[in-house]
């Protein structure tokens, strides 16, 4: 008589923000290669479930509805589906406190194993210096607690991707000249983006502009200044981007999500650093990045950028 074995059930939890998921892709592939035979599902934001579902790295996805901490019914909520799932493991690849509050919440039941770095979870991540380390190297250690090693640098080798419907001429050069809203410091002055489109239309390059739909009017500046770029700012998706990325000739642009998915995507990529934040901790990856910083981006030229930009 032939006994079934119960299938396993993981759960992964990342929440955001973009550059965080596209530096969770590598320990994506390496969860779901180390427990091919079971059932993985992944806690996330809405905004990332496309991406999410293109990658082939879970089998099912769940909406995080963000319950306010004030919202008891909420948050069980959240803690019946997870108990009802009964899950054997979570990896925890968000670390905070919304994560903590599940690791305990969970307690009150059948708990499951956690990967993480909460007080109390069965494989925790302990290094003191774990908040000093880069992304990409803090999640491999995590990992590596539970026995999962070889963790791959972030790839975006399993999506399909296509950019056909922007019906972009070649060459072009992605501009990223967004960024945070409250952290207007982390960003290149706008002025120097559109110097550095003049200069790239004028060698026959198409620039492109994309960005979320705050940035518009950064777009709209660009084009005023250089009638020959592209404005794709609120139009593309994180799939977009890897289409726009792999045809692109390379990319310019500030600490921002878009760029680690360009950056990841193998493009040649120059990313823009001010003292706002620290390359050493979350800095693009890639197959070709190069990363420059200035204590004060005013202070940084678009001729340093221009000789900075390496293009294929």
Not at 254 to 278: E, R
């Amino acid at each position: 008589m032939n006994i079934t074995k119960p299938v396993k059930k993981i759960l992964v939890v990342k929440l955001g923000a973009m550059g965080d998921i596209v530096q969770a892709t590598g320990p994506f592939t390496a969860i779901r290669s180390h427990h091919l035979d079971s059932h993985i599902t992944l806690l996330t934001t809405k905004k990332y479930i496309d991406f999410a579902k293109s990658g082939k790295w879970f089998d099912d996805i769940w909406i995080d509805e963000r319950p306010t901490w004030f919202d008891l019914q909420g948050w069980v909520k959240l803690t019946k589906r997870l108990h009802n799932h009964n899950i054997y493991r979570v990896y925890d690849l968000q670390t905070s406190d919304r994560t903590a509050i599940i690791f305990h919440l969970l307690r009150f039941g059948k708990k499951p194993e956690w990967s993480g770095s909460v007080f109390g979870c069965s494989h925790r991540h302990i290094n003191p210096n774990r908040n000093l380390m880069h992304t990409v190297e803090r999640q491999a250690e995590q990992l590596a607690v539970a026995d999962i090693h070889n963790v791959p640098p972030p790839s975006f080798d399993c999506i399909e991707a296509s950019s056909i419907r922007f019906g972009l001429s070649k060459p072009y050069v992605l501009l990223v000249p967004g960024g945070s809203a409250h952290r207007l410091n982390k960003r290149w002055p706008t002025k120097y983006y559109a110097e550095l489109a003049l200069r790239l239309a004028s060698k026959n390059i198409l620039p492109v502009v994309i960005g979320h739909k705050s940035e518009t009017e950064d777009a709209k500046y660009i084009s005023l200044v250089c009638s020959k770029s592209k404005d794709l700012t609120n139009k593309t998706s994180m799939i977009d981007i890897i289409a726009l990325a792999r045809q692109a000739a390379g990319a310019v642009g500030n600490d921002t999500g878009p760029m680690h998915v360009i950056a990841a995507s193998g493009t040649p990529s120059l990313a823009i650093y001010s003292h706002a934040s620290d390359p050493q901790i979350c800095g693009q990856r890639g197959s070709n990045v190069n990363i420059i910083r200035q204590r004060s981006l005013e202070n940084l030229s678009v001729d340093e950028v221009e000789a900075s930009l390496q293009l294929r």
